[in-house]
């Protein structure tokens, strides 16, 4: 088919709120995600931790098989802020460079719902 692609998305970084929300559909969608990512053999690149919406995603990918990458900066990954990393965790300096290392490891991504973070890591993407 003209103008088609053969390309496969082997990792998808996904960005989200820290925070489960208000709703628990929230949590319930990213769990999917989770499990839709295994499925499909798809590796996870996260912020890092256990916590919360971005915690159901790991989880749920590390449970069904997949790889997951947690990159934490230094600051985040001392005592018990974020939660645990699920699979592996790549220590960063700073917030910049989180972001950047996330940016290198994924072929795609994905906005969760979220605050201010979320917003500027999908506008830093977008630019």
């Known amino acids: ?3 088609s692609s053969s390309n496969h998305i082997n990792n998808i970084c996904v960005f989200g709120g820290s925070s489960p929300g208000k709703e628990k559909d929230f949590l319930e969608s990213a769990n999917h995600l989770g ?3 295994a499925e499909r053999k798809i590796h996870l690149v996260y912020g890092g931790g256990s916590l ?10 590390f449970l069904g098989g997949s790889q997951v990458l947690g990159v ?6 001392q005592g018990d802020i974020i939660g ?3 699979g592996e965790e790549l220590q960063v300096p700073t917030m910049s460079d989180r972001l ?9 991504f994905i906005a969760l719902t979220g605050g201010l973070g979320t917003l500027e890591e999908i506008f830093h993407i977008f630019s």
Not at 72 to 77: D, E, F, S
């Open 1 to 3: 088919m003209a103008g």
């Open 35 to 37: 499990q839709v990512l």
């Open 52 to 61: 919360r919406l971005m915690g159901g995603v790991s989880k749920a990918s």
């Open 72 to 77: 934490v900066p230094n600051a985040l990954a």
């Open 84 to 86: 645990k990393t699920i």
């Open 100 to 108: 950047n290392a996330m940016f290198n490891h994924a072929d795609a």
